[in-house]
């Protein structure tokens, strides 16, 4: 009998402690994760670009690594281009875009710590968001055009911790990304 008094008091301190340390934090950041995931999947439509397609549809093997590594960049022809009213030219995977100041590619969001945003902090990303400069750094290269920035700039403090969130839970994807390019072919 003592025994079973003495479980049932382990079980509640235990539930006591985990209610008045832990169990909060852990709902707070499942519901973190869950806004995260619906604002990246919806609203920011961050796959859109940062999701090679393949074929008509996405391809989920990469789900927000950003453009292939070995994948052709798309060419911009400017007096071609302008003479027929096209600004910007895409890669078939839709992760890259080439236009009068250069081409860019959608950058590697997974948790990668190599090629992604393994080694970046929370900080960094909601500076980058909050700046349009790489890592959230002044000095730093500036987000290249098509990313929104402006837009994702003016979202709240607990949107951008969200995606931050679930960001970190993707699946770790290796692609190194090129970097953007100047209209001469360079990189910035």
Not at 118 to 129: A, L, P, R, S
Not at 140 to 169: C, G, H, Q
Request: hydrophobic residues 35%; positive net charge; charged residues 20%.
């Amino acid at each position: 009998m003592r025994k079973k008094h003495w479980f049932i008091g382990f079980i509640t301190l235990s539930v006591l402690l985990l209610t008045l340390f832990g169990l909060d934090r852990v709902q707070g950041q499942n519901d973190a994760v869950k806004r995260g995931k619906y604002l990246v999947d919806t609203i920011g439509a961050c796959g859109q670009c940062h999701t090679p397609r393949k074929g008509a549809g996405s391809d989920m093997s990469m789900y927000l690594a950003g453009h292939p590594a070995n994948s052709p960049a798309p060419k911009y022809d400017f007096r071609t281009m302008m003479g027929q009213g096209i600004f910007m030219v895409t890669a078939p995977t839709m992760t890259a875009f080439a236009a009068p100041f250069g081409t860019t590619f959608a950058t590697n969001l997974t948790p990668d710590r190599e090629t992604g945003l393994g080694e970046w902090t929370e900080k960094m990303f909601i500076g980058t968001m909050r700046k349009g400069r790489h890592q959230g750094v002044e000095s730093n290269r500036k987000v290249f055009p098509p990313m929104p920035v402006k837009n994702y700039s003016e979202m709240s403090d607990e949107d951008l911790k969200a995606i931050w969130a679930y960001l970190k839970t993707v699946k770790a994807v290796r692609n190194d990304v090129p970097p953007a390019l100047n209209p001469r072919g360079r990189p910035w």
